[in-house]
């Protein structure tokens, strides 16, 4: 029996070429060996990476989007596509799509009109239904932390962040019989977000250092006002007292070890005392 927590992309909207946008991936392993694979948010190249870390569209149980911004859904197309097409071969499972009303849910619903040309013809030549196996799945975004899906042993619950002006944003905790994960998505460092992480094992925490934002140019702060500080994270993760912490979302993207080491510092200078990773894409943390 064992949780795995995958950083499936730890990239933001500006494009590294190594590093995939936002997701993460929580595989929960039943002690009769049964796998419940749950995917948070699909940035770009969210495919590749799930095949990477070996798992599959086809082997999803379900997938959660956080919000509506680009480097969160960019990758929601391929995922339900490859889904589509490997059902041929992989014999998928109906996908939920779980997500905030409004905008988030009007994304979905919308996006694969697109596509009706292309799916039409694929089915015609192989003589299949020309609709991927999705269920578009909408909750309002709840003011306390609240349960939106469970299977078996595992629990999901969303609960309303700060990410104005996005409105609706939220974040996600898993529970199963390992221990319990939050997923900050993205938000500034509020209560909101201590309500998701209270008692969690692991955080994965979206992550800006301010210090360099605030050396930019006033024009370009303004994401200042909807991210979380590195500072702020660490000292909310030593209040709750959370054991292990995973940064995601890296603004500024860090290409040398120094600029990692700075993530790490400046959440020591909140008084975060537990173990720290500044993630790369795959990186993945077990809970037993
Ligand atoms: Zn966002
Ligand atoms: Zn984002």
Redesign the pocket.
């Known amino acids: 029996m064992t949780t795995k927590v995958t950083v499936t992309g730890t990239g933001t909207p500006l494009a590294t070429h190594d590093r995939a946008g936002a997701g993460v991936l929580v595989r929960y392993i039943a002690p009769d060996g049964s796998e419940t694979h749950l995917q948070f948010d699909a940035g770009r190249s969210t495919v590749p990476r799930l095949l990477a870390a070996e798992s599959s569209p086809a082997k999803l149980s379900a997938l959660f989007l956080t ?1 509506y ?1 680009s ?2 859904v960019v990758g929601v197309q391929d995922l339900v596509l490859s889904h589509w097409t490997m059902d041929v071969y992989d014999d998928a499972s109906r996908l939920p799509i779980v997500a905030p009303n409004g905008s988030t849910i009007r994304f979905c619903e919308r996006m694969l009109e697109l596509w009706d040309d292309d799916l039409e013809v694929r089915a015609l030549h192989n003589l299949r239904e020309p609709k991927p196996k999705i269920d578009i799945i909408g909750f309002d975004t709840p003011d306390a932390p609240t349960e939106v899906w469970a299977s078996g042993d595992v629990r999901v619950i969303a609960g309303q962040v700060r ?1 104005e002006p ?1 409105i609706g ?1 939220v974040g996600y905790r898993v529970e199963t019989p390992d221990g319990v994960v939050a997923i900050s998505g ?1 938000t500034q460092v509020c209560d909101e977000v201590a309500a998701l992480a209270q008692g969690a094992d692991i955080v994965v925490y979206e992550a800006m250092r301010m210090d360099v934002i605030a050396e930019r140019p006033v024009d370009k702060q303004y994401i200042m006002h ?1 991210h979380a500080d590195t500072r702020m994270i660490g000292r909310q993760m030593a209040e709750l007292n959370v054991p292990r912490l995973m940064l995601t979302h890296l603004i500024p993207a860090p290409s040398t070890d120094a600029a990692r080491q700075a993530f790490v510092d400046e959440v020591r200078d909140g008084g975060y005392l537990g173990e720290v990773l500044v993630c790369d894409d795959l990186d993945t943390l077990e809970l037993a």
């Open positions: 919000h911004h480097d969160h990410h996005i944003a993205d909807y």
